[in-house]
Each structure stands twice: as structure tokens, then as C-alpha cells.
């Protein structure tokens, strides 16, 4: 069964970056959308940036200009460089992937992952 394990959190001080990485687990997978996500504490968990298949971008308002998402397709890897950091992007950052394909070796089968999370804290 196909994992992501997201690596890259900790600690860092206002204005200074941190690349987060979350691979699929298990084998190569195909998938048509991935996407990061933050939950910060007692707020609901947003959306922060998404990657197609085909490499368009999406981003919250929010990190528009600081945060980059990329993808290494033949890793089944996806990344967010995250530059000029704020005290406001603390939260636990989560990984998401989904396809309709199986991640590409069940065609029709809608597939979602999520990875565990990692905790970015942004110091003042």
C-alpha cells in the first residue's frame, strides 16, 4: 500500500528557508495532483500549494513569491521550498496525492494519500 513520508520540517528563524520533501512509498506512483497543506494551531487546515501531473502551479495568496512546489515525477517525490519565512507559516505541514488511476496501476481507481506530516517553526 503506497505511503508518502514528508522530511524537511524544524526550526528556523524569520526570513530563513527550509525545503520540505515528501516521497511515495512502495514502488513508483503516477499521480495527477499533489499538493501541501498546513494545519496551524486552532485553525483549519488550508491549502498552501499544488503540482499537476504537467507541472501547473497553483499557491495560496499567502506564499505567492516566497514558497515554490516542484515535482520529480520519476521519484514519485514532491517538494516546497519555502524562502523568506513568517512567524505565521508555523504549522504542520502536510503532503496529499490523488489520482484516478490507481497512482497508474489500477485504471478507474480513485486514490488519495496523505503523508504524517511535519512540524515548520518559524521564530521571531
Known amino acids: 500500500q503506497v505511503q508518502l513520508v514528508e522530511s524537511g520540517g524544524g526550526l528556523v528563524q524569520a526570513g530563513g528557508s527550509l525545503r520540505l520533501s515528501c516521497a511515495a512509498s512502495?514502488?513508483?506512483?503516477?499521480?495527477?495532483?499533489m499538493r501541501w497543506y498546513r494545519q496551524a494551531p486552532g485553525k483549519q487546515r488550508e491549502l498552501v500549494a499544488a503540482?499537476?501531473?504537467?507541472?501547473?502551479?497553483d499557491y495560496a495568496d499567502s506564499v505567492k513569491g516566497r514558497f515554490t512546489i516542484s515535482r520529480d515525477n520519476a521519484k514519485s517525490t514532491v517538494y516546497l521550498q519555502m524562502n523568506s519565512l513568517k512567524p505565521e507559516d508555523t504549522a504542520v505541514y502536510y503532503c496529499?496525492?490523488?489520482?484516478?488511476?490507481?497512482?497508474?496501476?489500477?485504471?478507474?481507481?480513485?486514490?488519495?494519500?496523505w503523508g504524517q506530516g511535519t512540524l515548520v517553526t518559524v521564530s521571531s
Open positions: 503540482i499537476t501531473n504537467g507541472g501547473r502551479t
Open positions: 512502495g514502488g513508483i506512483y503516477t499521480f495527477n495532483a
Open positions: 496529499n496525492a490523488e489520482d484516478y488511476n490507481g497512482g497508474g496501476y489500477v485504471t478507474g481507481a480513485y486514490l488519495e494519500v
